[in-house]
T-cell receptor, first 113, second 108 residues
Framework: KAGVTQTPRYLIKTRGQQVTLSCSPI?????VSWYQQTPGQGLQFLFE???????NKGNFPGRFSGRQFSNSRSEMNVSTLELGDSALYLC????????????FGEGSWLTVV | TQLLEQSPQFLSIQEGENLTVYCNSS?????LQWYRQEPGEGPVLLVT?????EVKKLKRLTFQFGDARKDSSLHITAAQPGDTGLYLC????????FGQGTELSVKP
């Protein structure tokens, strides 16, 4: 069974640009969460989607947004990129509600220059 | 302010040594999880502890959840180079809240 797939793996953007990251969850998983990982702040929760609805949201500015499609695939978007947005963005999927094991993808490395 | 404080942040030891990593909070969690993350990969779940005072063993790894469900520890016996990685604790409060992580390096 394929794991969580994230694309692209690596990307470089310029300040002020926007970026879209994609996540395909494990087949049958309906919940997708996004996290930002940086050396200074560690792993921080961005948002969670379940059946195309945002179920939970972290403390990030409105420049960070996401969505989930009917096939459970999810995208996150960051607009007006800042240098501090450079990070590893991790997607995780789980079967249903909280309590199930979550599985992480390998992440998308974003560098903002 | 980190809701979950992990210590130590960095640990470099020789193969065969024992070590303990701590995860502390002033808040109560319904459950606490431990993950291991290797370079270039996402975190992988090692264990979930749910009951206060619970102890779980995974080969040479022993996990304990505090009686008050506010803290946890991970003990590794006879560490091996393959144990090298970033160890993360995460508490469940609706969403998962992660500690800063402990970077473990085990030298042969």
């Amino acid at each position: 069974k394929a794991g969580v797939t994230q694309t692209p793996r690596y990307l470089i953007k310029t300040r002020g640009q926007q970026v879209t990251l994609s996540c395909s969850p494990i087949s049958g998983h309906r919940s997708v969460s996004w996290y930002q990982q940086t050396p200074g702040q560690g792993l921080q929760f961005l948002f969670e989607y379940f059946s195309e609805t945002q179920r939970n949201k972290g403390n990030f500015p409105g420049r960070f947004s996401g969505r989930q499609f009917s096939n459970s695939r999810s995208e996150m978007n960051v607009s007006t990129l800042e240098l501090g947005d450079s990070a590893l963005y991790l997607c995780a999927s789980q079967q249903g509600s909280s309590g199930n094991t979550i599985y992480f993808g390998e992440g998308s490395w974003l560098t903002v220059v | 302010t980190q809701l979950l404080e992990q210590s130590p942040q960095f640990l470099s030891i020789q193969e065969g040594e024992n070590l303990t990593v701590y995860c502390n909070s002033s808040s109560v969690f319904s459950s606490l999880q431990w993950y291991r993350q290797e370079p270039g990969e996402g975190p992988v779940l090692l264990v979930t502890v749910v009951t206060g005072g619970e102890v779980k063993k995974l080969k040479r790894l022993t996990f304990q959840f505090g009686d008050a469900r506010k803290d946890s520890s991970l003990h590794i016996t006879a560490a091996q180079p393959g144990d090298t990685g970033l160890y993360l604790c995460a508490g469940a409060r609706g969403k998962l809240i992660f500690g800063q992580g402990t970077e473990l390096s085990v030298k042969p």
